[in-house]
């Protein structure tokens, strides 16, 4: 069961996942900023977790690309984590879709994102290693992603570099060496004709019919959760996952004591 916020109909669209360090060297965020601006350019959807480093990167590459990125998350859809990436949030549910496979009221938590690598590798075609350390844990996600017969990419990097050494690892492992976004064009150009038909059809509409019924019983005075269940009828899970959504699209604010303005 995978809950989603934002275009569900991207899970179908040919995807590279790009994933690396969260400390990534400034030369680490350019390539992963430019390989995802021009793997998006050429019309897959981009993956990642929506870490801070090469994932929030990665996404914002695509975005920059006016592309579609989806965000797999660690937590129930009603958090962001972490925090201070609540306006790239915002942006992936506007332009993509965020995912998780965690009810609404999950926190952060270690182990939930070992699970969450076994996503972002599944719903890939190819996936994209930029930078990462030995002990990384992109790495999981990278040989996940051979375990599901996906392709793997990895970019090469310094022997004196301790954010090269995961994904020199990785190309002994079996991992193609990728110097630009053509070489991995060129290997999944079998995808070409699907993106070619998919982009062709209309963008979904932001709102779906739960979140514009939420939204029309929001008040422009201060509104409780406690009256949004009463008058909407869903449960407390339902409601907040869709204020999340409301407030990160700018429709609502949330005010002190738990409640919420509408603002346009």
Do not use: W
Request: with cysteine.
């Amino acid at each position: 069961l995978l809950f989603i916020r934002g275009n569900p109909k991207l899970l179908a669209y040919p995807q590279i996942a790009i994933v690396g360090s969260r400390n990534p060297s400034a030369l680490g965020n350019k390539a992963a900023f430019d390989f995802a601006f021009e793997l998006s350019k050429f019309g897959f959807v981009i993956t990642s977790g929506m870490a801070i480093g090469i994932d929030s990167t990665g996404h914002q590459g695509a975005l920059s690309a006016d592309g579609y990125t989806i965000a797999v998350v660690g937590t129930g859809l009603d958090r962001v984590y972490p925090a201070s990436n609540k306006p790239l949030a915002l942006e992936i549910v506007n332009h993509g879709a965020m995912v998780s496979e965690f009810p609404p009221g999950t926190t952060a938590q270690a182990t939930n994102f070992p699970r969450r690598n076994r996503i972002i590798s599944g719903l890939c075609q190819g996936l994209l290693l930029v930078e990462a350390a030995q002990q990384s844990g992109s790495l999981i996600t990278a040989r996940l992603a051979i375990e599901q017969n996906r392709e793997v990419f990895a970019i090469p990097g310094s022997i004196y570099s301790p954010l090269s050494r995961g994904c020199n690892a990785m190309i002994k492992e079996g991992a193609k060496l990728v110097e630009s976004p053509q070489d991995i064009i060129d290997e999944l150009s079998q995808y070409k004709q699907r993106i070619s038909f998919l982009r062709a059809e209309p963008e979904q509409s932001l709102l779906d019919l739960e979140q514009q019924t939420l939204l029309n019983l929001v008040m422009f005075h201060p509104t409780s959760i406690d009256d949004l269940v009463e008058s909407s009828g869903q449960s407390v899970d339902s409601i907040a996952v869709q204020l999340l959504m409301l407030e990160l699209q700018g429709h609502i604010e949330a005010t002190a004591g738990g409640c919420y303005v509408r603002v346009k």
